[in-house]
């Protein structure tokens, strides 16, 4: 019992605490709550601090990899818009490709605003030479002339001023009668692609040779100009067979078509002619061809038209208006995707009077298609002269007509090669004129409204 009060006793000591015992306990306790408040929350506020640092850190080196390759692009940019620049200063000067009928039509227009006397010109080539430290394809140029100096000088005064550069090889001059000069000049052109005509040897004439000779070019007595409106028949019935479709490929109704010949000796000209088999205009092709010991060609040059076939039709032909009998030889000549040429003849002889439709089956072999129609060519044998005019009209192709042939060109389609930034809206406005038929081209493809098209996709496209 005793002990059990001195405990007692014992523990109501130890409870009464003093005032400053009480205020030091606090005091502890206090400093036990920021220990552990440090210890579970400041500690682990720390580490995370220093994870967010040093991923910060991490992220400003990526910030700075990035702004080097933003500056390095920008220097590429820069650099890439140079470039570019250098090429169109190229490409304004220089022509793309060696094509002659554009460099004919460009010295043609420079003989044609000045007096300088030009009875021709002739191209050699092409071929290849070195610029520098470049080898580039070039055409060579050579026009005999005659004139004054100041005529002389206009001349070269518009060949600087021509949009394309045309290089002065060599200048030859002479005195002629009467103050005038006479002369050489030879040119050089350059290309940076493709030859696209390799034929060597090919002459320019500003005009036909004036011979005299009985006009072959009278119609002849009863002779009447048929109408657009007369239609091209059988020859018995007046009716077009309904198993055949024609198609025309040109009609000469607008220009971009030129007179070209294999040498000096075939000279001519092209031009429209307001008296035609259908339509405004035919196209009068004047000709005087001079043979030695070789045929020798008259072209009419189709090169800008784009006339291409894609299949093998059942036939081609032309509308050709003859004032008189020829030997000459009348065909197409074709290229294929290679570069050959291909040609096909089409009358041997031109032996009526008046119009004509002539014609005859193209190749039919699939392989060599699709096949570019790019000359329409006159040809005389060897050791004879020709001369005369010929009128041409529509060339037409037949196919067969299949069943339900008619119904099918209702529903006629073409195909679009899709460009980097288009859209269906934007494709209908280059086909149609207009933004609201994109949900024909859109149903046709299997594509919705939302869908982006990829540069090289290739889209159907009703006509």
Known sequence: ???????????????????????????????????????????????????????????????????????????????????????????????????QPEIMHMLNDIVDNNNLKVPGMYFNGPDYAMLGSIETKYLGISIPFEGDYDELGTFF????????????????????????????????????DEIIDSESGSTYNAGVQKVIKEDPFKPYEGYV???EEDIYDDGETGIIEESEKRTILEDFEDDNIYFMSTSSDVTGKVYRFNSS????????????????????????VLDDKDIYLKYPPSSIGVWAHSYGYSPVILGFRFQDQ?????????????????????????????????LKLDRVYLELGANRDDYGVILFDNIETE?????????????????????????????????????????????QNGLSQNTVLEAGQILVVPK
């Not at 702004?67 to 304004?92: C, F, H, M, P, Y």
């Not at 045309?166 to 940076?192: C, D």
């Not at 439709?357 to 190749?363: A, L």
Request: proline content about 2%; overall charge positive.
């Open 157 to 192: 005064s518009l060949l600087r001023s021509s949009p394309k550069r045309f290089l002065v090889n060599q200048l030859a001059i002479s005195k002629g009668n009467e103050g005038k000069l006479n002369g050489q000049i030879s040119l050089n052109t350059y290309s940076y």
């Open 277 to 300: 088999k259908h339509g405004k205009y035919s196209l009068r092709t004047e000709y005087f061809i001079s043979t030695v010991d070789k045929e020798e060609r008259a072209y009419v």
């Open 1 to 99: 019992m005793e002990a059990k009060i001195a405990t007692k006793n014992l523990m109501k000591k130890k409870i009464n605490l003093s005032k400053k015992e009480r205020s030091l306990l606090i005091l502890l306790l206090i400093v036990i709550l920021f220990w552990l408040f440090y210890k579970l929350a400041f500690t682990k506020q720390a580490i995370r601090i220093a994870e967010l640092k040093q991923e910060k850190n991490s992220y400003n080196e990526e910030l700075l990899k990035i702004d080097t390759i933003l500056s390095r692009d920008k220097a590429i940019a820069d650099e890439w818009a140079k470039l570019d620049n250098d090429i169109r200063g190229v490409q304004s000067k220089y022509f793309s490709t060696i094509d």
């Open 399 to 443: 196919y067969p007509l299949m069943d339900n042939e008619e119904e099918k060109q209702d529903k006629a389609y073409s195909f679009y090669l899709v460009q980097y930034g288009d859209t269906l809206e934007s494709i209908s406005e280059k086909i149609y004129g207009t933004k609201s038929k994109y949900k024909e081209i859109m149903n």
């Open 338 to 370: 290679e570069g050959n040429k291909i040609d096909l003849e089409i009358a041997r002889g031109i032996n009526w009077m008046g119009w004509e439709f002539v014609e005859t089956m193209p190749p039919q072999d699939i392989n060599l298609y699709p």
């Open 225 to 227: 100009i048929e109408s």
